[in-house]
């Protein structure tokens, strides 16, 4: 019996109170810890490319906000991005980019430790490209009290834009020794963006400069002397492909083109099929006999024609290597009783906007409503959320990747745009002509458009440069605008500075130019946001505030 | 199970040989009122001999000629020994136990103490009123039984989960609410703790809810339930036992007759579900009432009168058809829902001896839901012994194993939901469901959809057809449970006892998630492929052991026991997932089928010890004034870094009044009682530290990109701690007629940590922190009566009372920031406020409409350039309500009969509001019956579908003397349709002065100056954003159990070679009142399954949940 109970006693312990340190995992839980702690440098640098050009790539594409304002892209199904509703409620790209921002943050201190000067150069340019986004869109943000919630600073004030400028210039500068000075390589396969060439990140680097000198042109005091120091620099020019933009994969949604298959479902997919090209971005393709209109449109469905004998006419269009078939619908515009009720009511309405005519855009400014475009009425033949008499985007943007689709955060046809205005604007010397067709060259070849095309589009007299300041800065502006096309974030700020193409009348809706500030900001940090509201003109949070930038 | 059964009955005839000399018989009555008393066993002392009492009283016994003595035993008397002599007539006398009072109950650390001397309140439910209703799950019987418990089932559903809150939820509404206030469950002493690798009490997977841990124990094997509410009573748990603690003790064979018995029982229910939705069905899709469109769900359409015809795809001919569209006229859940079954079989075995006893349980459980292919079984092993090695030890022993596995089962909550799509996505003038059965295009099993709703296309749908839904998308889940204890009690002497404890829980689930193809368009599928195969599986082992020495002593006129005892805690849980969000091929469910760059994986573990000592001391002077302490250190944390240790004391006191005074004899008993506990819960030292992680899949096959953790730690964080005070009252008057115990008490949780979002400038998106308190108040109060007794009818009733109010006392500025108050957001159109004041469970809307401020219009909604209502902004928010009820009445009664018992359980909540997600969607997507016509005196809209639903005429073209209104009435008018509706309010002529009235136009008041629009935009805007407008009173009263139940007389028992015969009429959930009217069951209203993300468990919010079910049956229980 006593041996019974001893054993029993034994064991009860044995369960009990036996967990060695091999129980607890203790060596493994501890080493887990210290590991997630630290991340290599090749590892922040691709995540740092990957989030900020697809932040950006977001902005100029997949959120239809700021394409819509920059009248490229029209939406023909519900909400109102096409008269700008959605600029009415604040807006949390501050936070994502914030988001973005506290990576970057976490990287520099990283590769700090490590001495990997070059890395922290590039982080810091990325750094100093998000912040300018927020300042850029919403006027005085947080900058220099941000990024510091660890040493207690959990409710930061904002810098002044006037200050910001000139601090995200300094920064830029230091990021550019940085990038110099560093000695240790960068890794080719995960430099997504230059193949770990450091010459490129200067270029970047300085090139961004320009973007945001050309940005304050207007304030900077000393604005003229910096953009020509900074034009002297390397910038990104010259070398075959070499732009601030990444590939895509095309094997997740979050590695592919936002208008795949991985994303909306490719070119059957609603959101796809929702967007259409904006007229005015078609038409003023069509000016200028531009080959870019094919690569970025498919033709009309059923296209509206006078010519009664091509009523019913189906015909083929082969661009780009993707396939369509449209067909000819007749309408008499001189005798509007001869046509079917609803074709009438379209007549009476104004809608029917262009006829005889492969490619047609979308109205600016119309409600996002399918029957609204161009005249669209066969809703029951299932044009319910199409729209057959509005030309749907290319079946390109209906990749998940493609040697065309980027995620970009500049092209090098902006720095030459950039450089022609900096002549004509008198910042300084040189052709801005040169300038000016090197930026369309670039741009037409980045769309896939052959060279003996570009000569041809290049000896077109409407190409001219007429010569005076306004009417070039208007023709590099219009160029500029094309060229910016899917990177619309970069083309709305233009459009706000320059009001150049004179396109923003849009439908009488008052042109918004800025976001309202997160909620969350009022909410939680209204010390910082009322001192932010107070430099506005006039002083409230509103989306026609006018920012330092723009007074 | 056949074995078992003729193992059973060779015992039987065994006993039933036993030798025999005399016979004795007599009559058992009552001393107080000279009644007969059915059922008193009567047994031969040391024997397994024994009989019952018939319900005349009367008995008999084969005993040896001579000598002998008679055990007579009846619950609620006196267990009285009768020497037999040589008689054989024996009548007995017996009288009830004294007061009751020497009653023991099990608290906490399985410590038995007497239910006079508790200074705390505590309910137990024993195992009669468990298995009376027949619920096949042990949580949901207990409704409406106990007084200051809150139970919520998520569903309808008979195996869903219950939700359990003891005095209410003092959570912050930001810390995940009722989910995470859930009680520690202890079984037979070992605390199980919620160790799953989900971390929660409850597994649910895809919004499918597969029932709490808890909610597989059979009703049958417990013995009893013991709630403990406050924190005195839970203290000695430390942190664990911070929500209450449920104490659940399983049956085992002691206290039977000597020797074996056997029992059996089997009830079969069938469920059926009732109260559905009312839904329109006389217009179709479409977005007007002339023409037809096939893009979206919406039935703002052309009437279903067979005037309209269109394009339409036959699911059942499987081809476009043009003709007259008609309604289905069905309601499409009904049409859906079928009857369910379950089938609950239980054997058991115990034996009971002089050295111990034992008690062996087979149950097996099989239901059918309600929701068509979704099936659950269950099988449980339960094993209970005790044997006394010698007089001074016993070890006690018990082992469970319980199986259960659903080949499908259906989410029944959210926007995945079946029922969800049946609501809101089906329009009525598809075909009736039964003409969708063949969900497959033929000739393409597997393939492709013959779908609900067709794209003009052809074959690609675009809403799944809901069959397709019931056999493709399958949920399969099993969990294996293993759990038991092993214990010795050895008495060292007089007064002192050791207790050796160790309990063990091996928990392990797996789930399996199969989608076929289908959903993807077929031109899709070469680059995106189709179909989803997931496996989970999680593992949660834990050990807890304790070892406890006693001292009892007994000095003059002061009793002591103290006790001290030593914990120890080992969790360790992993799981693992497979997740193909595609497949290759159709059909072939298994990772290596996975499409390409479509396959994660992922695993987890985690190790947690826990080491605590603790300690009770109580002493009791003359049996009247009763002082109790006792004290815990916890020491938790595993690394030395993340080390920690916490105390949490309580005290309690109470006197027995009735023995310090003499009272006037209809006192049978008044005590006094207070109790104070301060428990906390366990935070162990965090590292404040950026820690990365990578994203999952890689940006390429040579690329990998990685993620911050921004979350960052208060260096001031201090541990969380649950203050509760009680006062109580027991009073058992006229005999135990009325029986009425009150109990006001009061809990603060102080320093609740959480995570708080902070300024995203910070660099951070969220910092832990502590948030604040919150302070519950309330009163419980639990009443017996027994206004009937005598020979043939005994009547008892037993009411609960539960109210209780929590409130938001301070709160930290960190959290706050400058503005005083935060708002979180709730399910999208709601939110809840976090503000000094605030009441636990408001919740806000989160869209208020804009109105005039001040003039003659003061009040009235303010349109926008469109006619429509404008949000107004935060600062305007209104409370909708608050979803708790302001008290709970739990009615419980039972009628007995000679043999028959009648017994009902009701619950009655009253109070509280919820928000009708269901109304929100039935209204946009125009299926509500509200949406047809604004009726009469709506103070929103007016207008109607067409003019047979009273739409307006649309006005001229350009008629208005405003550009904004012709802008936007022109494009919209109609002269052939009368569709024109409007808002309700006024409109500021741009840029006027909005001081001057003048400047304001009344929308309505002068038809051609009216911002029309058609009910699809005018109505369905109205109530999409502003959740203020369908919030309804959540009053409700549920007739939750009814049993008839019928005992067979002894003597037609025994001559069917059996002791005792039951048969039960069951009736659960038979009929519900709601004051709203409503179709719809207030108590699920969770916007998901208790699982994830900042909704988990978000009470208050109603959306496509299965309608209220009823469950009808019968129980037989045989006894050998």
Redesign the interface.
């Known amino acids: 019996?006593k041996n019974?109970?001893k054993s029993?006693?034994a064991?009860?312990?044995l369960?009990?109170?036996s967990?060695s340190d091999d129980?607890?995992?203790?060596h493994d839980?501890?080493a887990q810890?210290n590991a997630?702690?630290?991340?290599a440098d090749p590892?922040?640098l691709?995540?740092i490319i990957?989030?900020s050009t697809l932040f950006y790539q977001n902005l100029g594409w997949g959120d239809s906000r700021l394409p819509s304002a920059a009248q490229v892209m029209m939406k023909n199904y519900q909400g109102g991005d096409n008269i700008y509703s959605s600029f009415k409620a604040p807006s949390d790209d501050?936070?994502n980019a914030?988001?973005m921002?506290?990576?970057v943050?976490?990287a520099i201190d990283r590769a700090n430790e490590r001495g990997s000067n070059t890395h922290v150069g590039i982080f810091k340019t990325f750094k100093v490209l998000m912040f300018s986004f927020m300042t850029d869109f919403y006027g005085d943000?947080?900058y220099s009290?941000?990024?510091?919630?660890?040493e207690g600073?959990?409710?930061?004030q904002y810098d002044k834009q006037s200050d910001l400028y000139v601090a995200l210039l300094a920064e830029l500068d230091e990021a550019a020794t940085l990038i110099s000075s560093g000695n240790e390589s960068i890794s080719p396969?995960?430099d997504?963006m230059f193949g770990g060439d450091k010459s490129q990140w200067t270029k970047f680097n300085n090139s961004l400069k320009l973007r945001l000198l050309v940005h304050a042109s207007a304030k900077l005091p000393n604005a003229a002397a910096q953009i020509a120091a900074t034009a002297a620099k390397p910038l990104l020019s010259e070398d075959a492909d070499m732009n601030a933009s990444i590939a895509y994969?095309g094997?997740?949604s979050?590695?592919s083109w936002v208008g795949?298959?991985?994303n909306w479902?490719?070119t059957?997919g609603n959101e796809f099929v929702r967007r259409r090209p904006c007229k005015t971005l078609v038409d003023m393709l069509a000016t200028y006999s531009d080959p870019r209109t094919s690569v970025w449109f498919a033709p009309i469905e059923k296209p509206w024609t006078t010519n009664i004998a091509l009523d019913g006419v189906s015909f083929q269009t082969n661009s780009n290597g993707y396939n369509y078939t449209s067909t000819w619908e007749y309408v008499d515009l001189a005798v509007p009783a001869n046509n079917s009720p609803e074709i009438q009511t379209q007549i009476a309405?104004g809608n029917i906007l262009d006829v005889d005519k492969k490619y047609a855009g979308y109205e600016a400014g119309m409600?996002g409503d399918f029957k609204?475009g161009n005249g669209h009425y066969n809703?029951?033949?299932?044009g319910?959320?199409g729209n057959f008499k509005v030309s749907p985007w290319s079946n390109l943007f209906g990749q998940?990747s493609n040697a065309l689709l980027k995620a970009q955060i500049m092209n090098k046809d902006e720095v030459q745009f950039m450089l022609a205005e900096a002549v004509t604007q008198g910042w300084i010397g040189g052709s801005a002509d040169t300038y000016y067709r090197k930026g369309i060259t670039y741009s037409l070849k980045r769309w896939g458009v052959s060279d003996a095309d570009i000569t041809t589009y290049l000896a077109q007299p409407i190409i001219t440069l007429p010569g005076n300041k306004a009417g070039d800065l208007e023709k590099i502006a219009t160029q500029k605008w094309i060229g910016l096309f899917s990177v619309a974030s970069e083309a709305y700020l233009e459009l706000r500075r320059t009001n150049l193409p004179d396109i923003i009348g849009n439908n009488n809706n008052q042109f918004p130019i800025r976001f309202r500030y997160?909620?969350?900001?009022?909410?939680?940090?209204?010390?910082?946001y009322d001192a932010g509201v107070a430099t506005l003109l006039p002083a409230e949070d509103s989306q026609y505030a006018k920012m330092w930038l723009l007074q | 199970m056949k074995k078992l059964l003729l193992f059973s009955l060779t015992f039987l005839f065994a006993l039933s040989v036993w030798a025999q000399n005399r016979v004795v018989s007599g009559k058992v009555t009552d001393l107080q009122d000279g009644s007969a008393l059915p059922g008193v066993n009567v047994v031969l002392k040391g024997t397994a001999n024994g009989s019952v009492t018939d319900s005349d009283g009367n008995y008999s016994l084969s005993i040896p000629s001579s000598g002998g003595t008679l055990v007579f035993s009846f619950i609620g008397f006196k267990t009285q020994e009768v020497d037999a002599g040589e008689k054989t007539i024996l009548n007995a006398q017996m009288t009830t136990e004294a007061r009751g009072l020497d009653e023991v109950v099990v608290t906490a650390l399985g410590i038995e103490r007497s239910k006079k001397s508790l200074a705390y309140s505590i309910s137990d439910v024993k195992s009669e009123d468990l298995v009376k209703g027949g619920a096949i799950n042990a949580m949901k019987s207990l409704d409406g039984k106990i007084s200051g418990v809150n139970l919520t089932s998520l569903s309808s559903d008979p195996t869903s989960s219950v939700l359990v809150n003891i005095r209410g939820n003092s959570l912050l509404p930001t810390l995940g609410g009722a989910a995470n206030s859930q009680p520690l469950y202890v079984i037979n002493g070992v605390p199980m703790y919620n160790s799953t690798a989900s971390g929660n009490s409850i597994a649910a997977q895809n919004g499918v809810d597969f029932g709490n841990i808890l909610s597989q124990l059979n009703p049958e094997d417990i013995e009893s339930i013991t709630v403990l509410k406050g924190g005195s009573a839970g203290a000695l748990y430390g942190s664990a036992g911070g929500n209450g603690v449920i104490m659940i003790t399983t049956k085992s064979g002691k206290g039977g007759k000597k020797g074996i018995g056997v029992s059996a029982s089997v009830a079969t229910t069938a469920d059926s579900p009732y109260r559905f939705i009312k839904e329109q069905n006389q217009y179709g899709q479409g977005e007007r009432a002339d023409s037809w469109q096939y893009d979206n769900t919406d039935t703002y359409g052309p009437k279903l009168d067979g005037s309209f015809t269109g394009d339409f795809w036959n699911t059942k001919t499987q081809q476009w058809e043009n003709g007259p569209q008609r309604s289905a006229n069905e309601d499409r859940v009904k049409a859906y829902l079928q009857t369910g079954t379950t089938v609950t079989t239980n054997v058991n075995l115990d034996g009971n001896y002089d050295k111990g006893s034992f008690r062996l349980s087979v149950t097996d459980m099989k239901n059918t839901g309600v929701m068509p292919n979704t099936k659950t079984t269950q099988n449980s092993i339960s094993f209970n012994s005790d044997y006394r090695l010698t007089d001074k030890i016993k070890i006690t022993a018990n082992a469970n194993y319980v199986r259960t596995y659903s080949p499908n089962k259906a989410n029944v909550t959210g926007s995945n939901s079946i029922l969800n799509r049946l609501l809101f996505n089906l329009p009525t003038n598809l075909q009736p469901l039964s003409d969708m059965k063949n969900y497959w295009l033929t000739g393409f099993d597997g393939l492709l959809m013959n779908g609900a709703i067709q794209r003009d296309n052809g074959i690609d749908q675009s809403e799944p057809n809901p069959w397709w839904i019931t056999n493709e998308q399958l949920n399969i889940f099993t969990r294996n449970n293993f759990f038991g204890k092993i214990q010795m009690d050895w008495k060292l002497n007089d007064n002192f006892s050791l207790l050796l404890r160790s309990g063990l829980n091996n928990l392990n689930e797996n789930y399996e998630y199969r989608q076929s193809f289908g959903i993807q368009r077929l031109s899709n599928r070469p680059g995106s492929g189709d179909g989803a195969f997931n496996a989970n599986t999680s593992n949660a082992f834990n050990v807890v052991s304790d070892a406890i020495i006693s001292y009892n002593k007994t000095v003059s006129d002061f009793t002591f026991a103290a006790a001290a005892g030593v914990n120890y805690v080992y969790n360790s849980a992993n799981s693992f997932y497979t997740n193909a969000s595609a497949l290759s091929t159709p059909n072939w469910f298994n990772t290596a089928n996975a499409f390409p760059n479509k396959l994660t994986a992922g695993y987890d573990w985690s190790v947690r010890p826990q080491h605590s000592f603790y300690g009770t001391f109580d002493v009791s002077w003359k049996e009247q004034l009763f002082l109790g302490l006792t004290g815990r250190q916890d020491y938790i944390g595993n690394l030395s870094e993340e080390k920690i240790n916490y105390f949490y004391p309580s005290v309690s006191a109470s006197w027995l009044v009735n023995e310090s005074f003499v009272l006037p004899q209809q006192f049978d008993m008044v005590k006094v009682r207070l109790a104070y506990a301060n428990v906390g819960n366990g935070l162990i030292n965090y590292r404040n530290i950026d820690t990365f992680g990578y994203n999952i899949p890689d940006w390429s096959g040579s690329v990998k990109t990685g993620t911050v953790s921004s979350t960052l730690i208060d260096p001031n964080i201090k541990p969380m701690s649950s203050v509760t005070k009680e006062v109580g009252l027991d009073m058992w008057l006229f005999r135990k007629k009325i029986m009425l115990d009150l109990t006001y008490f009061s809990k603060s949780q102080i320093n609740q940590t959480g995570s708080v979002p902070v300024v995203p400038g910070s660099g951070y998106t969220s910092m832990t922190t502590n948030i604040g308190d919150v302070t519950n108040k309330g009163i419980e109060i639990g009443l017996t009566i027994n206004p009937v007794k005598s020979n043939d009818w005994n009547w008892s009733v037993t009411g609960s009372f539960t109210h209780y109010k929590a409130t938001m006392t301070s709160l930290s500025d960190q959290f706050l920031g400058s503005g005083g108050y935060y708002f979180a957001n709730y399910d999208g159109k709601t939110m809840v406020k976090v503000a000094p004041g605030e009441v636990i469970g408001n919740i806000y809307e989160q869209n208020p409409i804009l109105r005039v401020t001040s003039g003659k219009y003061a009040g009235m909604p303010l349109l926008d350039d469109d006619g429509k209502f404008q949000n107004s902004g935060a600062a305007d928010r209104q409370q909708i309500g608050n979803y708790n009820p302001n008290y709970i009445l739990g009615l419980n009664t039972t009628l007995t009969y000679k043999r028959f018992s009648l017994n009902m359980v009701g619950s009655f909540r009253v109070g509280g509001k919820y928000v009708s997600v269901n109304q929100q969607y039935m209204d946009s997507n125009g299926r509500s019956i509200e949406s047809l016509s604004s009726g009469d005196n709506n103070p929103y809209w007016k207008g109607g579908r067409d003019a047979s639903m009273g739409g307006l005429p649309w006005p001229a073209v350009g008629s208005s003397d405003y550009q904004e209104m012709n802008d936007y009435n022109d494009p919209n008018h109609n002269d052939n349709l009368n569709d024109a509706g409007y808002a309700k309010g006024v409109w500021l002529v741009p840029g006027s002065d909005a001081s001057n009235d003048a400047n304001y136009v009344v929308n309505g008041a002068d038809p051609k100056n009216t911002f029309y629009d058609f009910t699809y935009n005018a109505f369905g805007d109205v109530i999409w954003n502003f959740a203020g407008l369908r919030s309804y009173d959540a009053t409700n009263f549920k007739m939750r159990e009814i049993s008839l139940n019928y005992n067979l007389p002894t003597a037609l028992a025994t001559k069917m070679k059996l002791t005792n015969v039951n048969l039960s009429f069951i009736a659960r959930n038979v009929f519900q009142w709601n004051k709203s009217g409503r179709n719809e069951d207030p108590e699920t209203a969770f916007t998901n399954v208790a699982g994830t993300g900042g909704g988990a468990g978000a009470q208050g919010v109603l959306r496509a949940t299965l309608p209220s079910i009823r469950s009808l049956g019968f129980k037989l229980s045989l006894s050998f």
């Open positions: 019996m019974i109970l029993i006693f064991l009860t312990l369960v009990g109170v967990c129980d607890l995992r203790k839980v501890l810890k997630i702690e630290n991340q590892i922040l691709s995540t990957t989030n501050l936070n914030m988001n921002l506290k990576y943050q976490v943000v947080y009290q941000a990024l510091q919630g660890r600073i959990l409710y930061p396969t995960y997504l994969e094997t997740t979050r590695n795949g298959s991985n479902g490719g059957t309405n409600l609204n809703t029951a033949d299932g319910a959320y998940n997160p909620a969350s900001e009022l909410g939680q940090n209204k010390p910082a």
